[in-house]
C-alpha cells in the first residue's frame, strides 16, 4: 500500500476531519481517556446513527491533542460498518478511501522515525498496524473475487447471447437492452476492481484483471492503459509486457508492439516464437534489418526454425531485388565499372537467399512456395536441373498451380527437353485454357516435335482466342 508521507499527520487529520468538528463554540477539553471511552461506547452499539456522536469525540480528541493510535485506528475501523452496510459501490468507494487514509495515517504515527508523535500516543502500534493491514487483506479480496467472478460468469456467456440475437434478427431494442445489461456489468467489475486499486494500488492483479476485462470485450486500447498502469506496480514484467504487445497486434498496431516485445525477450531471451512475430512486426514497418537480426537470433537458438530461414531467405531475395535495380541503372547509364560491382553483389545475394532455402527444403521439402522461389532463382542463375527439380516438385505438391508448370515449361526449353516442354505448357493450358502466350509456345513446339494434328489443334484455338 502506497502510504502518504508528502503532507504533515496533523494536516493530514485536518483533512480527514470535517469542518463542523472545530466549529461553532469552543469545545471543553476532557481527558484523553474520556473521548475514547465515549466513542466506543457509541461504535459499540453497531448503531450507524450513532458513529455520529463517536466521530465527533474523535474529532475533538484529534483537535486537543493530535495523531494517537488508538484514536486513528478506532476512526478508520468504523469505516468498516459504513462499506459493509454500504447501498452501492460507489457509496462503498467513498468509505474505503476515508478507511485507507485513516490506515495511512496510522502507518505515519506510528512510523518509529516519527519524532513529532509522542511515544505514548503509539501504544499497541504494532498490533493495530496488524489489525488495519488485515481489513486491506479482507476487503481487496472480497472486490477482487466479485470483480473475477462476475467477469468469468457474466461477460462471455452475455457476449453470446447478444451475437446470436443478431443473428437471429432479433430486434433492435431486445438487442439495446441485452447490451445496456451487459454495460451494467462491465461498471460493475470496473468498479469493483478500481476499490482494489484504492485498497493497494501496488498490487499488480487489479490492474492485470482491468485488462483482462477489456481483453474479453475486444477494446484492447483500454485493457493496454490498464496493463501500463500494472507494469510500473510489479517486479514480474514478463507476462504483462508479452499481452500488451499482443493487444497492440490485435488492435493493427504492430509499431506499438515492438517496443513491448523487445522489453519482453530481455527478460525472456528464448521465446522463439514471440521473436518471429517481433521479425513480423519489424516486416510490416519496413524494418528489414531489423527483422533480419531477430531471425538470425532465432537461428542460434533453432537452427531449423522454418519461419526464420525462410525470413532471412527473404531476406536476401529483397537485396537482391534491390541490387538487380541498381545494375540495371547503371547498365543503361553505360557505367560498365558499377555495373559489374552490383552484378557480383546481385549475385551474392542471390546465392545467400538459396542457400537459406535449401535450409528449409532439407527440413519441409513440401513448402511449396520455397520450392517455387528455390526453383526460381536457381533459374535466373542457370541451374536448370535445380530449376527443374524445384518447380516440379511444386507443381506436384499443388498441381492446381498454372504458374508452377509454365515455370517446369519454360526450364525444359532451356534444357531443350521440348517433349517436357510441351507436356508441362499442356497442364498449363488445362488450368488456363485462355493462355494464349503458352499456346503460341506449343504451336511453336509441336512444330519443332513433328506433331501436325497437335500444332494444328494448338493454331485453332489460339485463333479462337484472338
Known amino acids: ?10 494536516a493530514l487529520l485536518v483533512a480527514l476531519v470535517p469542518v463542523s468538528g472545530f466549529a461553532g463554540k469552543k469545545a471543553r477539553k476532557l481527558p484523553m481517556g474520556a473521548y475514547i471511552k465515549s466513542a466506543k461506547i457509541d461504535i459499540l452499539s453497531g448503531d450507524l446513527k450513532r458513529y455520529k456522536s463517536a466521530i465527533a469525540m474523535l474529532d475533538s480528541l484529534f483537535m486537543f491533542y493530535g495523531p494517537t493510535a488508538e484514536a486513528i485506528q478506532l476512526r478508520g475501523g468504523m469505516e468498516v460498518d459504513y462499506i459493509d452496510k454500504a447501498a452501492n459501490l460507489d457509496e462503498k468507494m467513498e468509505h474505503v478511501k476515508t478507511l485507507v487514509a485513516y490506515i495511512d495515517t496510522l502507518r505515519m504515527t506510528c512510523d518509529k522515525d516519527n519524532k513529532d508523535v509522542k511515544k505514548k500516543y503509539k501504544k499497541n502500534c504494532d498490533k493495530l498496524i496488524i489489525k488495519n493491514d488485515s481489513l486491506i487483506v479482507k476487503y481487496w479480496r472480497e472486490f477482487y473475487n466479485n470483480g473475477i467472478n462476475m467477469m468469468n460468469d457474466n461477460i462471455d456467456s452475455k457476449q ?12 433492435s ?3 439495446a437492452q441485452l447490451k445496456d445489461i ?20 501496488s498490487n499488480v492483479k487489479s490492474y492485470i484483471g482491468l485488462g483482462a476485462l477489456f481483453e474479453k470485450l475486444k477494446d484492447y486500447e483500454k485493457a493496454v492503459s490498464w496493463l501500463e498502469k500494472g507494469l510500473d506496480k510489479t517486479d514480474d514484467k514478463v507476462t504483462i509486457l508479452q499481452t500488451i504487445s499482443y493487444d497492440y497486434i490485435k488492435m493493427g498496431d504492430y509499431a506499438g508492439a515492438i517496443p513491448y516485445m523487445r522489453d519482453y525477450l530481455e527478460l525472456a531471451p528464448d521465446d522463439v516464437l514471440t521473436m518471429g512475430n517481433l521479425a513480423i512486426c519489424y516486416n510490416s514497418q519496413k524494418m528489414y534489418d531489423s527483422s533480419f537480426a531477430v531471425n538470425k537470433r532465432v537461428l542460434v537458438i533453432d537452427s531449423v526454425n522454418i519461419d526464420a530461414l525462410s525470413s532471412v531467405g527473404h531476406y536476401f531475395r529483397q537485396l537482391f531485388m534491390n541490387a538487380n535495380d541498381s545494375s540495371r541503372a547503371y547498365r543503361e547509364a553505360g557505367d560498365d565499372a558499377s555495373t559489374e560491382k552490383w552484378e557480383k553483389i546481385k549475385n551474392s ?22 520450392q517455387f522461389l528455390f526453383a526460381t532463382y536457381n533459374y535466373f542463375k542457370s541451374n536448370w536441373k535445380l530449376a527443374i527439380e ?12 498454372a504458374d508452377y508448370w509454365r515455370s517446369l515449361g519454360d526450364a ?20 488456363d485454357p485462355n493462355d494464349k502466350v503458352i499456346w503460341d509456345q506449343l504451336v511453336s513446339l509441336y512444330s519443332e516435335l513433328r506433331k501436325p494434328k497437335d500444332k494444328a489443334r494448338a493454331e485453332k484455338h489460339l485463333k479462337a482466342l484472338e
Open 1 to 10: 500500500m502506497k502510504l502518504i508521507r508528502n503532507i504533515a499527520i496533523a
Open 412 to 431: 525444359y526449353i532451356q534444357t531443350k527437353e521440348f517433349d517436357k516442354s510441351a507436356a508441362a505448357y499442356e497442364k498449363v493450358v488445362v488450368i
Open 349 to 370: 545475394y542471390i546465392d545467400s537467399s538459396l542457400t537459406y532455402y535449401k535450409r528449409v527444403l532439407d527440413v519441409d521439402p513440401k513448402n511449396e512456395q520455397i
Open 182 to 201: 451487459l454495460q451494467a456489468d462491465v461498471d460493475t467489475i470496473v468498479a469493483n476492481f478500481e476499490l482494489c486499486i484504492v485498497l493497494d494500488e
Open 390 to 401: 524445384g518447380f516440379k516438385a511444386a507443381a506436384e505438391i499443388n498441381p492446381d498451380e
Open 173 to 175: 431494442s431486445v438487442i
Open 160 to 171: 453470446e447471447e447478444i451475437v446470436q440475437e443478431i443473428a437471429n434478427g432479433t430486434d
